[in-house]
């Protein structure tokens, strides 16, 4: 293997092989080359396989764990220690369900909701509880364990694998609440008026046994929220526990959005991968309303347990680590308001520092034609939630006090708190240490940068399994929707597959393009054709570029124009000229095209963008969840 490293000892792999090589020293000497040890060859470059390796390679995520850890978790044994589970209250009883995705690798999380009598007090219409995996009983401070889950952060989830946080004897069995399997849990029991509005709330150490795994579709079944399929029977069993569960997840929605939180609607890419791992489709998450519904049942519970035990903390003056979310910054929402602008709606930047007018305003587009885009620019305007030990709320939930409780098996802060909750229920002093507080410091930044890493990575793989699926469908077209304007062109969201096909302005038509100064639009200098983001455009794919992540094409014409070979003229019904557009076969004034900084960044980036991912690609994620992670099909709240 020759190359710019010479290694230090002969190797099996031979010359253009991706391999991961550790510098074993640095040249001295500019006509010198660095000396390096050989760690793994990785393979042929393009190989599916080999691409999504080179990415956790890069970013230096591991699949496997230190050997102590593991032996650590093989050390439990493969079920619960009956003196544990005898000195904790006992939720077996309970007809408490796991509800996840039907491709779920772990389950944290378990619900249960009963119609209250009159035991539980006056007013009180339901009582809700929501029992997540005692993790933090396994997970020991300053144990191996600790120490390889707090490296972690959290958990990666890719299209064809998992990478948990823990070793799989924890994630995937003793601390999985498997169905009719005995567990250890910390759960909350909340009890509502019919509201939604929390009237009395209690946290419990306890042993429970899940009755029933059920997915997200057979939910859907069951309640007559979709008919693709007949309900499942033990959904069907568990029907009238589900319509409780469903009228109380309706009261907590609507009084949540009634107090400001904002509702981003915004597909996810999901890939459809055959039994040899290889990509065929790749297709929007929950397209079908009723599964939505039923997710939403979920999430409730768990943004209802997430808050309770942080606002059950806060009053008593537990340390901890929160889930933060600042108010957005009017600089960020220029770009919004000029759209909002030239479509007619109303729109005032002093809005945007109150939630509920911001919830109110997503409501009133909710319908628009251009509804999309706009949740997208919106969504870029605000700030990336984060976990902090100063409590600052959470703007995007209208929450004064939030943090993540619910899924302690994929991420390290849950873990964290779990700890302080089992002090609270044993009745032991809070942890209030110069050096306890630092700790909780460290991991809370440490989880925030690990978040951002993973996210990034998950995305780099979704685009290449796009760029994959892509390759034989060179020079066929489709329809899509521009989501994004950058320095070199533009990117169209395709239809189906729901991929992104970067069209650079040489290849939009015959003319010269730049983004005007509101970087909403690029205009033909010679023509002062307009491309808006929101416009339809058909395009034909010219090139598949796999190591950039990237598909290129050809514009053919907007969607209602049919396919040609040129441009084609404004359609009807687009948005009105730019400020400024000059007549047509007049250049735009110079500085129109500085809408992209100085990394050539998106100026405007597409639907579940924090930001775009590297090379300039628009980023793709999803709904970010009180679940959290892709594992869940969640929000990364």
């Not at 290849?507 to 970087?519: M, P, V």
Request: aromatic share 4%; proline share 6%; net charge neutral.
């Amino acid at each position: 293997m020759r190359g710019p490293i010479t290694l230090d000892e002969a190797n099996e792999g031979y010359d253009g092989q991706a391999a991961v090589i550790a510098i074993t020293r640095y040249p001295e000497r500019h006509d010198e080359h660095p000396r390096g040890a050989l760690v793994q060859i990785l393979g042929d470059p393009g190989d599916p396989e080999v691409e999504v390796l080179k990415i956790l390679a890069r970013e230096e995520i591991v699949e496997g764990f230190p050997g102590e850890a593991v032996a650590e978790a093989r050390a439990f044994g493969e079920v619960i220690d009956p003196k544990v589970a005898a000195a904790r209250e006992d939720l077996r009883a309970l007809p408490l369900a796991t509800i996840d995705p039907k491709d779920a690798r772990d389950h944290d999380d378990a619900v249960w909701v009963r119609p209250a009598t009159a035991e539980d007090g006056e007013g009180a219409a339901w009582v809700a509880w929501i029992a997540i995996a005692d993790v933090s009983s396994y997970v020991r401070e300053g144990s191996a364990l600790d120490d390889a889950a707090r490296h972690r952060s959290c958990s990666v989830y890719l299209p064809d694998r998992a990478i948990p946080m823990l070793p799989r004897e924890l994630s995937s069995h003793l601390c999985s609440l498997i169905a009719h399997e005995d567990r250890l849990c910390l759960a909350a029991c909340v009890t509502l008026d019919a509201s939604g509005t929390v009237l009395k709330r209690r946290l419990v150490q306890g042993v429970m046994r899940s009755v029933a795994k059920l997915t997200y579709e057979d939910v859907a079944r069951a309640l007559a929220f979709t008919s693709d399929e007949p309900a499942s029977e033990q959904a069907k069993e568990m029907l009238p526990h589900l319509e409780v569960a469903w009228a109380c997840a309706s009261a907590l929605r609507q009084k949540r959005m009634r107090r400001g939180a904002l509702d981003f609607d915004l597909p996810e890419a999901k890939v459809v991968l055959d039994e040899n791992g290889v990509c065929t489709d790749v297709i929007r998450a929950r397209a079908d309303l009723g599964v939505k519904k039923a997710y939403q049942l979920i999430e409730e519970l768990m943004l209802l347990a997430n808050e309770v035990v942080a606002d059950e903390l806060t009053q008593k003056g537990v340390p901890t680590i929160y889930r933060v979310h600042g108010r957005p910054d009017e600089a960020k929402l220029d770009r919004f308001a000029a759209m909002a602008e030239i479509l007619g709606i109303r729109f005032d930047l002093e809005d945007a520092q109150d939630p509920r007018a911001l919830g109110r305003l997503l409501k009133s587009i909710a319908k628009h034609p251009q509804a999309q885009v706009l949740n997208s620019l919106l969504l870029r305007s605000m700030k990336q939630a984060t976990y902090d030990i100063v409590n600052i709320g959470h703007f995007g939930l209208a929450s004064p006090a939030y943090l993540h409780f619910t899924s302690p098996i994929r991420r390290y802060p849950d873990l964290v708190v779990h700890r302080a909750v089992h002090r609270l229920c044993e009745g032991k002093p809070a942890e209030k240490s110069e050096t306890a507080i630092e700790s909780l410091r460290e991991a809370a930044m440490l989880a925030s940068d690990k978040e951002r890493k993973v996210m990034e990575v998950e995305r780099e793989v979704v685009d290449l399994h796009r760029c994959i699926l892509m390759r034989d469908r060179i020079g066929e077209s489709f329809e899509g929707t521009v989501t994004a304007l950058v320095g070199s062109g533009v990117f169209v969201a395709l239809d189906a597959p729901y991929v992104d096909v970067m069209v650079k302005y040489e290849a939009l038509g015959d003319d010269a393009y730049d983004l005007d100064e509101d970087g909403l639009r690029a205009v033909g200098r010679r023509s002062g054709d307009a491309i808006h983001l929101g416009d339809r455009m058909m395009v034909r794919i010219e090139d598949v570029g796999l190591e950039r992540r990237q598909v290129s094409g050809r514009r053919l014409a907007f969607a209602s124009d049919g396919v040609d070979d040129g441009p084609g003229p404004r359609r009807r019904g687009s948005l009105p000229p730019p400020r400024g557009t000059p007549p047509r076969g007049k250049a735009p004034p110079r500085g129109a095209s500085g809408a992209t900084n100085r990394a050539g960044r998106p100026s405007v980036t597409p639907p579940r963008s924090e930001k775009p991912s590297k090379g300039g690609k628009p980023a793709h994620k999803g709904k970010a969840s009180p679940k959290g992670g892709k594992g869940k099909g969640g929000k990364r709240r």
